[in-house]
């Protein structure tokens, strides 16, 4: 006879959908990592462009997450992606003492204009009330260093970890050009313009005799960009809104990977695991996440904020190491990788959850 599954209520203001399939994957990678265990049931919302859209979008999911105060039972799960967004509606739910999991990703502990503050002052006393779910120990020790919070309540979860089914190394093709990759979002604070000045400045010094690049990824920046690679007289591709499984094969296109980020709320950075993982060594900012996985000159290196010279000087010594240093700053990719499996990961995260 089986016995019944707790269940599990999925709260997000962010969710893949068909037009925008790696829109809060790792959401979405969550539900599928506990879905064996418990009885899902998701309050989600996917993208939504228009101010009226984002607005009805929010009204229903505030209206779906105040039935939870009447649907929840005491032995259920709340688990909230991102729970800033939602805080106000979370507070009766913290009243009526339900087991509430709060899952930060790092924008959301970053109070950095008047309407987060304005958030933050409901979500502040849940804090002490809830579970807290952190993607990386440099977002634990941030928060333990500006919440009165317990070490107890807090547990550390990369946010799905790396599926080493779909990202891992494949055999690559001849291929006499040395390939830089890019995956992010096309906003300013992921540094692609810091990306371009890099490449720019290589190209313009003959530094390298050829070059491409390949950039993934989608945001209000696609354009300007377009332009400023047009510019380059480099062989270059945008491609954007792919599986998982499409973007492990781009990873395996690639010599080396950039991740200059400058945002302050870079809790994890799971593009590095992710081309980590395919075998790409990953050269990325001093900042949040990256500091947690890379070590330099050994699976990767680093470079200070917003340096572009330094960033230019890096992939070059990267580019001029003999084979066998790559091959093995490889091997230490996939190494530091593995520490992150999901399949690892997820199972520590469900047995976590089933003891609350």
Not at 22 to 30: D, E, L, P, S, W
Not at 67 to 83: A, G, I, R, S, T
């Amino acid at each position: 006879m089986s016995t019944k599954k707790q269940r599990l209520f999925l709260v997000s203001n962010m969710y893949p959908s068909t037009e925008n399939v790696r829109y809060g994957i790792f959401v979405k990678n969550f539900e599928a990592a506990v879905s064996d265990f418990f009885e899902v049931e998701k309050v989600v919302l996917t993208k939504k462009y228009s101010f009226l859209s984002k607005f009805f979008g929010y009204l229903k999911l505030y209206f779906q997450i105040i039935q939870l105060y009447f649907k929840c039972e005491k032995n259920d799960l709340v688990y909230v992606h991102f729970p800033l967004h939602v805080a106000p509606a979370l507070l009766p739910l913290w009243w009526l003492n339900r087991k509430v999991i709060l899952n930060f990703h790092g924008s959301d502990l970053i109070f950095n204009s008047p309407f987060k503050k304005a958030l933050s002052l409901f979500l502040i006393p849940g804090l002490k009330k809830s579970t807290i779910v952190l993607p990386s120990n440099y977002y634990k020790e941030k928060l333990l260093a500006e919440f009165n919070v317990s070490p107890s309540r807090l547990y550390v979860y990369p946010s799905g970890g790396i599926n080493s089914k779909v990202f891992s190394l494949k055999q690559k093709g001849e291929n006499s050009s040395f390939v830089i990759g890019f995956v992010s979002n096309f906003i300013e604070g992921k540094g692609w313009r810091i990306f371009l000045n890099a490449l720019k400045k290589i190209k313009d010094e003959n530094s390298l005799s050829t070059f491409e690049i390949i950039m993934v990824g989608d945001g209000p920046d696609k354009q300007e960009i377009q332009k400023l690679l047009a510019t380059l007289d480099v062989k270059f591709k945008i491609i954007s809104n792919i599986s998982q499984k499409e973007l492990a094969a781009i990873y395996n296109q690639m010599d080396v990977f950039v991740f200059p980020t400058y945002r302050e709320e870079e809790s994890l950075g799971l593009v590095g695991l992710e081309a980590m993982a395919c075998g790409i060594p990953v050269i990325a900012t001093k900042i949040g996440g990256p500091l947690g996985y890379i070590a330099d000159n050994k699976n990767g290196f680093l470079f200070d904020i917003k340096n572009v010279t330094m960033l230019a000087e890096k992939i070059l010594v990267f580019y001029k190491l003999p084979e066998i240093e790559k091959n093995k700053m490889k091997h230490n990719a996939i190494t530091t990788a593995q520490t992150y499996d999901s399949v690892t990961v997820n199972k520590d995260l469900v047995a976590f959850l089933k003891k609350l």
